[in-house]
T-cell receptor, first 113, second 110 residues
Framework: DVKVTQSSRYLVKRTGEKVFLECVQD?????MFWYRQDPGLGLRLIYF???????EKGDIPEGYSVSREKKERFSLILESASTNQTSMYLC????????????FGPGTRLTVL | RKEVEQDPGPFNVPEGATVAFNCTYS??????FFWYRQDCRKEPKLLMS???SGNEDGRFTAQLNRASQYISLLIRDSKLSDSATYLC???????????FGGGTRLMVKP
């Protein structure tokens, strides 16, 4: 059974803080993705990665960066958190090609005060 | 115009009813489509793929209309457990990104 885990379910940070969101998958998937989900806007892709040390910008990369040092781990970094980054963050992974099913983690609800 | 648009609902239907949702997409070159399901406060999970010839899985039927650029999901004999948000998903031309619709919320009542 595929498992995607995220480091925290709930996180509260202050404006200007550096925030790390961690995601780990146990199925040896090549692809990993970070989305944010907001009411009325749906899921929006922030960054994705096809391989270790590789990253590609999604639709809304501004204010975020990512790191993929190991195949199973994909980190999302908010260099200086802002209130408009308050959201639900979802990590996903899949085998090669987006034509394959994406498996999502449980999400991290981040609140920036 | 959004790339992928859905009626947010909610669609309130009684148990046993048949309900259908549509989803429109803007890129006529899109080739692959999916429906995902998301329960309240849970992560999205793949419900079914949408093939050009249509796709049926039990009570669920997905259809693609390329001429009008929409996909549909039909649920027959609705169950209480079908209550969820249904997300329409379109794969981009390069096949490397998914674009999600905002979701349609379904509430099945006893």
């Amino acid at each position: 059974d595929v498992k995607v885990t995220q480091s925290s379910r709930y996180l509260v940070k202050r404006t200007g803080e550096k925030v790390f969101l961690e995601c780990v998958q146990d199925m040896d998937h090549e692809n990993m993705f970070w989305y944010r989900q907001d009411p009325g806007l749906g899921l929006r892709l922030i960054y994705f990665s096809y391989d270790v040390k590789m990253k590609e910008k999604g639709d809304i990369p501004e204010g975020y960066s990512v790191s993929r040092e190991k195949k199973e781990r994909f980190s999302l970094i908010l260099e200086s958190a802002s209130t408009n980054q308050t959201s639900m963050y979802l990590c996903a992974s899949s085998f090669e090609s987006s034509y394959n099913e994406q498996f999502f983690g449980p999400g991290t609800r981040l609140t920036v005060l | 115009r959004k790339e992928v648009e859905q009626d947010p609902g909610p669609f309130n239907v009684p148990e046993g009813a048949t309900v259908a949702f549509n989803c429109t997409y803007s890129n006529s070159a899109s080739q692959s489509f999916f429906w995902y399901r998301q329960d309240c406060r849970k992560e999205p999970k793949l419900l079914m793929s949408v093939y050009s010839s249509g796709n049926e899985d039990g009570r669920f039927t997905a259809q693609l209309n390329r001429a009008s650029q929409y996909i549909s999901l039909l649920i027959r004999d609705s169950k209480l457990s079908d209550s969820a948000t249904y997300l329409c998903v379109v794969v981009n031309n390069a096949g490397n990104m998914l674009t999600f619709g905002g979701g349609t919320r379904l509430m099945v009542k006893p």
